[in-house]
């Protein structure tokens, strides 16, 4: 992420220092150099805890051959932090919120907005209900009230048919805010790009399902 525009950076303050878990050794990684280091830490993570092989049944209704559990890396403790560091460097300058849609989004959007306080350019989120909720305001957005016009960027653990993050993407229009960016952490290369496109949004994924296959099929070979 460029320079923070809603609160100035302290140059007295020194950089935020992650702790990652990397060949069976805590490495202390500093912010920004470490950022190329974090990816492959987190496309090994995804290979190692998230991804399987069989007969499954999405939640778009298709059957695959594989599945990937996101909520294995996005809830593990330095997945998450790795998570929020590479998303948080992805969003434009002028982001005044992340959100997404629950389950799957709820520890990526806590990651991103965690960190962007650590780095001094907080970024509040918001988590966007499937159904609205059943007492109270009865409302479909939880989180800080922001100004109408606010930009928003939609987080995603795996996109598939785009179908889920394009709830979130609906009902954060219908509040009033600005939404042009969806990110995810895995594209599963079966028409989410497309329809995000279509609806004239900006898509941007960590990592393709072909990438992960392949580093998974690399570690399985050089197990064997």
Do not use: W
């Not at 923070?4 to 990652?20: D, F, G, W, Y």
């Amino acid at each position: 992420m460029a320079d923070c525009e809603r609160i100035p950076h302290n140059p007295n303050q020194p950089p935020l220092v992650v702790v990652s878990f990397m060949n069976n050794q805590f490495q202390a990684l500093s912010t920004p150099k470490d950022l190329p280091l974090l990816r492959p830490f987190l496309l090994d993570l995804f290979c190692k805890l998230a991804y399987q092989e069989g007969d499954f049944v999405l939640s778009s209704g298709q059957r695959s051959s594989y599945y990937i559990n996101g909520k294995q890396v996005t809830l593990h403790p330095q997945g998450a932090l790795a998570i929020g560091r590479l998303l948080f460097s992805m969003l434009p300058a002028d982001t005044q919120a992340v959100a997404g849609l629950t389950l799957g989004a709820d520890p990526i959007v806590s990651a991103v907005s965690i960190v962007s306080a650590l780095e001094n350019c907080p970024i509040p989120g918001l988590i966007i209900r499937k159904q609205p909720k059943g007492h109270g305001t009865r409302a479909y957005i939880e989180g800080p009230s922001l100004p109408t016009g606010a930009k928003v960027v939609v987080l995603e653990d795996v996109v598939t048919t785009g179908q889920s993050a394009m709830k979130a993407v609906d009902r954060l229009k219908e509040a009033g805010y600005q939404v042009e960016l969806v990110i995810a952490l895995v594209d599963r290369l079966q028409g989410g790009a497309e329809l995000y496109k279509s609806a004239g949004l900006m898509f941007q994924a960590l990592f393709s399902i072909n990438e992960i296959r392949e580093h998974y099929q690399g570690s399985l070979d050089q197990s064997s």
